[in-house]
């Protein structure tokens, strides 16, 4: 139990919460950024200021959510993801066509945040899904598969699919040495059981020993058994047949 705490205090997982943490909240601050310097240029700003400051919003508070495997619920990863898709449908609502064409959706890169937390949660599989639903969402948004467009999904499907399946590898090992060190340290404790259990029965023989030898007659047989029975289990420690 001690060796599988050990595992999971370092655990491959917690930088990578980190750093999906540290992530968010810097791409939630670009676009609000991108937002406030290209207010004029939107169509409907209100939609875009109002997306933004719930992003804003929801991105603070849930950053308790995203700092472990069991925190980061499925119902938080599905309201999560909804968000970024709400915030790159609207686009096509808050922008004129000419600039949706070119331009950057309302939650920008957060939206890969999104996915991340899928897979660091549940691995490849769940990063898979998870960056077919925005790829599909951007295709609906743009109205075209533009090449640009087309690099920056296949951009996020190939890196959250490969974080998920490192996730998957590392917990995989992680597990191994939690049982490996597990199987360590109940040898160790067999070892020292069997050490103990020696010292106690070559003790007890040697005063057989003695106390047959002093008392002489049949008890001297059973002194002379003791005896041979006490060097015979000693031989066998000394010569590594038995635990030391």
């Known amino acids: 139990m001690a060796g599988r705490e050990r595992v999971l205090r370092m655990s491959v997982e917690l930088p990578l919460w980190r750093a999906l ?3 968010r909240v810097l791409t939630m601050l670009y676009a609000l950024g991108l937002c406030v310097t290209t207010y004029d240029q939107f169509t409907r700003p209100w939609i875009a200021i109002g997306y933004d400051a719930v992003l804003a919003v929801w991105t603070l508070a849930t950053l308790p959510r995203v700092r472990g495997a069991a925190s980061c619920t499925k119902g938080f990863l599905a309201a999560d993801l909804t968000i970024a898709l709400a915030g790159v449908l609207l686009t096509a609502f808050a922008d004129s066509h000419q600039r949706i064409a070119g331009g950057p959706t309302l939650p920008t890169i957060w939206t890969g945040g999104a996915v991340l937390a899928f897979a660091v949660k549940g ?4 990063a898979a899904v998870a960056s077919t639903v925005v790829a599909a969402a951007n295709l609906v948004e743009r109205g075209q598969l533009a090449r640009d467009t087309l690099h920056s999904l296949i951009l996020v499907w190939v890196a959250s ?3 998920g399946y490192v996730v998957e590898v590392a917990r995989v090992s992680e597990r191994t040495l939690a049982r490996a060190l597990e199987i360590q340290a109940a040898t160790r404790e067999r070892e020292r059981l069997a050490r103990d259990i020696h010292d106690s029965v070559l003790q007890v023989l040697a005063m057989v020993k003695r106390r047959g030898t002093a008392l002489g007659g049949e008890a001297a047989e059973l002194g002379r ?4 029975q006490e060097v015979a289990l000693r031989t066998l420690v000394a010569g590594g047949l038995l635990p030391v």
């Open 21 to 23: 943490a540290g992530y």
């Open 123 to 126: 691995g490849w599989r769940w």
């Open 161 to 163: 699919i490969g974080i």
């Open 225 to 228: 058994l003791a005896g041979e």
